[in-house]
Each structure stands twice: as structure tokens, then as C-alpha cells.
């Protein structure tokens, strides 16, 4: 007779947490997974998934300003945002149906209820105790605000999918991603935006020509940005709301957004009493092989705060079920791991920005173009695109590509194979480009940015 119920008890039925189940289940392994919300987690639920859809409708709106450029009579377009939210809706709960039906076919038994740990071995979840060889943490990361005067009037990102209306103005708290995304949402949307910040640039730990391009970019679609701004208090105004600075300026809108940062979750689980090491902020501490401090516990994806992307938390999950489970062991490897903004103008990455190369190497040089799409060319729009190169000099390997502009992050993902691969400058210019396309521009940008005009851009 088994001594445990389960081999693995997964807490959290994210990307990562289905992942891992999946495939340790898939391998034979008996595995229960535990879900207090929707299955399917912030990704697919109430992130990457749902917002991507308010991008696309959010960019019909230059789609159809550009359409008369080349020939087309448009006659004047309206939108619905009730409509768009029940569409949105409708896909998310079929991609949740997916995500039971994954499950269920790798006979992964799904738990739905919240889960603690009661010791390093036993589970508790709708008031039944389970016990498991493994327990795997899994249950990401939520939308964090700070402890001011009215916070309670503000929304998350979480709210700002399901609307019951669009409002005619906005303030968003926040200059990272979530910020940058959700603000281009609503003004392509036709809402005013305000984005405030306490930095003195958005997207702080990108490269700096990427925050600044995307900054004025953002600022040309008339998105207003102040930076170096705190707030103290918010102020319910009428109808709307008012945010109080700490400098006293007062600034209304209709609604106001948070996107400050993520919090682990990981509060009232029993974990520290189960004896895993949290770091001060909550996030799990692991090793290289998702390990906590207890042996038999592991955790991935954003509860650990190390590389808090979907992608990623697949890959860590899939790593651990082929140790524990397929003799095959394997560590994630977190190295040029590519990302994206999905602003409008969207915004990739992946390797090393020009300023985090200057601090582990000794020489780099730097290739960047800036250039009009070609298709504004008859659409009369002014926006432009920002590519970069960053090099080591000594071995002429390619450190980083970042872009700004029109599918960056469908350019940067193959460009991410190359940067893993190892790929020099010079395999880059002996590659033919794509003729007319923006992607061509990546292997025949020849000039180095002058190394006194590169240090002065930092």
C-alpha cells in the first residue's frame, strides 16, 4: 500500500502548475491539483490571455485612421466595449474548459478550494487532509497597492478586464509593463490617459532607448506621463475621483488604476510552520532545481519572484516533472530569456541592455536604427521604430536585441533563438534579409553607434 495519497499535490492551477501536473500525470505519476479561483490562473484568466485581446481591439483604431491612406472609404467607426468584454468572456471560459480537460486527461485530480499545508506532507483543501511525497507551490502572484488614504476607491488590473463601461478618462499608477499596456488599452480606446509615476522614466530595468522611444511614442498618441510623482491620498470627487500628490497637485479622472507591482501569494498557507524559508516581500525561496527549504517542497513561477513570466513558469514546472518523475533530470535555464511589452507601440527584448552590458563587459559596441514603417509611408501616421544591437567586442557575440515598434515580440522571439545559439555580429551580417520588411533591418544595420554618443544615451 502507497504511504502517501499522491505522489504530488500541486497547489495553484496557473500555467505552471498545470504544466508540471500535466506531465508528471502524463508520466504516470498520481498527482491532485489544488484551485481556490479558475482554473487556468492569471494568465489565461485575468492577464496575458484577455489583455492580449484588449490590445487588438484597442489597435483596430490606427487600422482604421490608416485605411484611408490606401484607397479606403471608411465610414466613421463606433465601439462597443459591453460587446468586447462578452466576447472576451466567452474565449476565457472556453480556454478554461481546455485547461479541465488537459487535466483530466492526464487523470490529474483537480481539487477546487483553498489549499494550506498542514505539515511538509499533508495538504487540507475543502476540510479533507491529503498527503503527498511532493507538494509543489504554485499559486502566483496578485496585484499588490500600498496603504494610502482611498486606495480603496482605485482598481487593479484584475477589474480593469471587466469594466461594466469604459470611462472617458483614467489615471494609472504605475510606469512598469502592466502600466504601459493597460494605458495604450484605454487610449486606443478613446479614453484620456494620465500615467503617473515616481520614477524618473518608465519601464525601469529595460534598456534606456526603449523607455525613452516608448515614452515619446506613448506621448504622441497623447497619453500624458508625469514623472517623479507619488501619491498621498485619493479623494472620492463627484462622479469620479481625485489623486492628491505629495507636492499637493490634484488630479482627476473618472477612474483610477493601480499597477504598482505583483505580491506573492503565499500568506496563510502554512508554509513558514511547515518550515519553507520566505523571502522578506513573501516570495519562496528556491534552489536551481525549484527546491525550497524543505526537500520534498518545491515552488515555481512568480511565487518565487525570480522570473516572473508565463513562458517560465511552464518550463520550470515541465523541468521539475521530468526529475521527479521521468528520470530525466533537468534545471531550468533562466539566462536570455526574451520578453515583451504588449504597449502600442509594442515593446521586445531579450539578453542584456546596453547599461547592464557596460557592467560586465569591458568593450561593447552598439548598433541602432530608427526608422518610419513602411506602411506609413502612404498612411501618413509618425511613428517610429527603434531597433538595437548590443555586442561584445572582444567576441563580437551578440549580448542583446531590443525593439520598439509595429510586432516586435513576433521579430525578438526568433531573434531569442539566435541569442541562445551564441550568434555573433558577424553571423548577423551574413544573413540575408526579407526585402521589404522591418525584421531585414536587424542584419544590416553596419554602423556602430560613436562610443562617446553611446556612453551619453546611458
Not at 334 to 363: C, M, W, Y
Amino acid at each position: 500500500m502507497p504511504q502517501y495519497d499522491y505522489d504530488m499535490i500541486t497547489i495553484g492551477a496557473g500555467s505552471g502548475g498545470v504544466a508540471s501536473s500535466r506531465r508528471a500525470g502524463a508520466y504516470g505519476a498520481r498527482i491532485a491539483i489544488c484551485e481556490d479561483s479558475r482554473v487556468g490562473g492569471t494568465c489565461v484568466i485575468r492577464g496575458c490571455v484577455p489583455k492580449k485581446f484588449l490590445v487588438y481591439a484597442a489597435e483596430f483604431a490606427d487600422d482604421f485612421a490608416d485605411a484611408a491612406g490606401y484607397g479606403w472609404t471608411v465610414p466613421a467607426p463606433s465601439f462597443d466595449w459591453a460587446k468586447l468584454i462578452a466576447a472576451k468572456n466567452r474565449e476565457i471560459d472556453r480556454l478554461e474548459g481546455i485547461y479541465r480537460s488537459l487535466l483530466k486527461n492526464a487523470n490529474v485530480t483537480l481539487y477546487e478550494g483553498r489549499a494550506r499545508l498542514v505539515d511538509p506532507h499533508t495538504v487540507e483543501v475543502l476540510g479533507k487532509r491529503h498527503t503527498a511525497a511532493n507538494i509543489l507551490i504554485a499559486t502566483g502572484a496578485r496585484p499588490s497597492m500600498p496603504r494610502i488614504p482611498g486606495i480603496e476607491h482605485v482598481i487593479t488590473s484584475n477589474e480593469a478586464l471587466d469594466l461594466p463601461a469604459l470611462p472617458k478618462s483614467i489615471v494609472i499608477v504605475g510606469g512598469a509593463y502592466i502600466a504601459c499596456e493597460f494605458a495604450s488599452i484605454f487610449n486606443g480606446l478613446g479614453v484620456a490617459v494620465t500615467m503617473v509615476c515616481r520614477a524618473d522614466k518608465i519601464l525601469r530595468g529595460f534598456d534606456e532607448d526603449i523607455r525613452d522611444t516608448l515614452a515619446e511614442e506613448m506621448r504622441a498618441r497623447g497619453i500624458t506621463i508625469s514623472n517623479f510623482c507619488e501619491i498621498a491620498e485619493i479623494e472620492r470627487e463627484g462622479q469620479g475621483f481625485c489623486l492628491v500628490t505629495k507636492t499637493g497637485e490634484r488630479l482627476t479622472a473618472d477612474q483610477i488604476m493601480y499597477a504598482t507591482g505583483r505580491a506573492p501569494v503565499t500568506a496563510n498557507m502554512g508554509l513558514e510552520e511547515a518550515g519553507v524559508a520566505l523571502k522578506p516581500g513573501g516570495a519562496v525561496i528556491v534552489d536551481e532545481w525549484s527546491r525550497t527549504s524543505v526537500p520534498n517542497i518545491y515552488a515555481i513561477g512568480d511565487v518565487t519572484d525570480r522570473l516572473n513570466l508565463t513562458p517560465v513558469a511552464i518550463a520550470e514546472g515541465r523541468a521539475l516533472a521530468e526529475t521527479l518523475f521521468n528520470d530525466n533530470p533537468m534545471e531550468m535555464d533562466h539566462a536570455n530569456v526574451a520578453s515583451a511589452v504588449f504597449s502600442i507601440p509594442t515593446v521586445a527584448t531579450v539578453g542584456l541592455s546596453e547599461a547592464d552590458a557596460r557592467k560586465q563587459i569591458t568593450a561593447i559596441d552598439i548598433y541602432r536604427a530608427r526608422f518610419n514603417p513602411m506602411k506609413n509611408a502612404l498612411s501618413g501616421r509618425s511613428e517610429k521604430t527603434m531597433m538595437k544591437l548590443v555586442v561584445d567586442r572582444a567576441s563580437d557575440r551578440v549580448l542583446g536585441c531590443h525593439m520598439v515598434g509595429p510586432d516586435a515580440p513576433e521579430l525578438i522571439q526568433g531573434l531569442a533563438i539566435a541569442i541562445k545559439c551564441g550568434a555573433t555580429k558577424r553571423q548577423f551580417d551574413r544573413t540575408v534579409g526579407i526585402h521589404p520588411t522591418a525584421g531585414e533591418e536587424f542584419v544590416t544595420m553596419r554602423d556602430k553607434v560613436p562610443e562617446a554618443r553611446a556612453r551619453a544615451a546611458e
